[in-house]
C-alpha cells in the first residue's frame, strides 16, 4: 500500500506540473523584459502543496522552476549578454528560487484561510526574488515605460516586476478562493490524507 501511495504522489506531482507548465504558456499580458501575467500558472503547484505538503511541494516546485528555466532558454536567456555572475544571478533569483517557493503554499494549510494565506505569501516570496534580480541584475535599464524613467534601482524594480506580480497575485488568489470553494477541489485536498 505504501508502494503505491508514493506513485500517486508521483502521478499527482507529475500532472501538476504539466498543468502548470501548459498554463504558464497562456500569457494574458508579457513585459519586454521578461515576466507575464498568465492563467493561473502558479495554481497547480500551490494546490499540489496543500494536499502534500511543504516538502513534498518545494520538491515539485523545483522540478517546475527547472522547466520555467528551460523555457527562459528557449526565450533567449543565454543571448542577453549578461557576464557569468550575473546570469548565475538571474538563474537562481528569476528561475530556481522564485518557482521553488511556490511550494511554501501549503505552510498552513489546515484551514481554508491558512491554505489562501499560504498561496499569498509563496506568491509574494516569489515577486521578492524578481524584485532582488530587478535590483542586483537589472538595475542598468531605467526606462520602464515610454513616458516614465527612474534612476532608482528600487524603484525601477518594484514597479516592473509589480507590474506582473501583483495582477498574478490577484488573480491567483481569486483563483484559488473559487477552486477550494468547490466540493471537488476539496475532495481531491482531503482524499489520500495528506
Known sequence: MKKNKKVLIL???AVM???ATVLSFIQVFKLPWGGSITLLSM??????????????GLIVAFLYSLIQFGQGIMDGLFGWGLTPGMLIACILLDYILAFTVLGLSGLFRKTLAGQIAGIALAVILRFVCHFLSGVVIWHSFGQLWEAFYTENTYLYSLLYNGAYMLPELIFTVAGAVALLKLPQT????LSDEQ
Open 43 to 56: 495554481l497547480p503547484i500551490a494546490l499540489f502543496s496543500i494536499k502534500r505538503g511543504v516538502k513534498s
Open 186 to 189: 476539496r475532495k481531491f485536498l
Open 17 to 19: 506540473i504539466a498543468m
Open 11 to 13: 502521478v499527482e506531482g
